[in-house]
């Protein structure tokens, strides 16, 4: 990794660095190495620490480079592609390369929730907890929604706490027939228990799909699903679909 005068680029610095550094990933560097310590790279470039963590930030956003936990900056693996949409969730489809039950448990949502529900605070809600792999990489932590109306045929099912009882609750949903759907997305910033499930440090940049299914009675469940920014990048198709595709395939 070679070293360059910033101080007469016009465009910022960090942004200049961050496209050599792009550069010497791609020529020096192996999926999963680990890089330099910001020390070091800052006396190499000549710039302040400051400058060189908005480049790197700007990297791990951009999916080149991932921050882990006890090893440091690493080059990120190519981007993974994952579909995003109704016919894709699967309520109660588990496997290698699909959503994997942690836990279920009735719980208080937030305002912003109920408010998507169109339930009061004092109406029973299960929250089903799933994590989504691909490729078996952790790529989203969802939290699932479903009031105790949408499944009434809950009540009857002797399920033990854990992913047995997510499960419970994901096969009463199946018996639902869905009439519609509509989600958001936005980028945001991974909470402690998402960073915990997806191998990441809090306030990391994540992918926030929230998505709301829909019966003839009203709202059925609300999804709010947490994706790795670095590892996913969502598209939308003709049929309101979003899915998750690899940025420099879709950038070719």
């Not at 330099?36 to 790279?41: K, Q």
């Not at 942690?102 to 907890?129: E, I, K, M, N």
């Not at 419970?168 to 980028?187: I, K, N, P, T, Y």
Request: net charge negative; charged share 20%.
């Amino acid at each position: 990794m070679g070293t360059t005068q910033l101080e007469t680029v016009p465009e910022p610095k960090y942004w200049h660095l961050k496209t050599v550094l792009s550069e010497a990933l791609d020529q020096d560097f192996a999926v999963g190495e680990v890089l330099p310590n910001e020390r070091e790279l800052a006396a190499r470039f000549g710039v302040a620490r400051a400058t060189l963590r908005q480049a790197l930030e700007q990297l791990e956003l951009e999916g080149r480079l991932q921050r882990r936990r006890g090893v440091g900056t690493t080059v990120a693996p190519p981007r993974v592609g994952v579909a995003v949409g109704g016919a894709q969730h699967g309520w109660a489809g588990e496997g290698i390369d699909g959503w994997e039950s942690v836990d279920a448990a009735q719980t208080l949502p937030s305002a912003a929730v109920l408010a998507l529900l169109g339930t009061s605070a004092d109406q029973p809600v299960h929250a089903v907890r799933r994590t989504r792999f691909s490729h078996g990489q952790a790529v989203a932590a969802e939290l699932l929604y479903v009031p105790a109306a949408s499944i009434p045929g809950l009540s009857a099912i002797d399920a033990p706490a854990g992913p047995a009882r997510a499960r419970a609750v994901l096969r009463e949903l199946q018996r639902l027939v869905l009439e519609g759907q509509d989600r958001s997305v936005e980028l945001g910033s991974a909470r402690a228990d998402d960073a915990k499930d997806l191998d990441r440090l809090p306030g990391a940049p994540v992918l926030v799909v929230t998505t709301r299914y829909f019966t003839a009675a009203g709202t059925a469940a609300v999804s709010v699903a947490t994706y790795r920014a670095d590892t996913c990048r969502l598209t939308f198709g003709d049929t309101g679909e979003v899915e998750v595709t690899p940025a420099h395939r879709a950038a070719s």
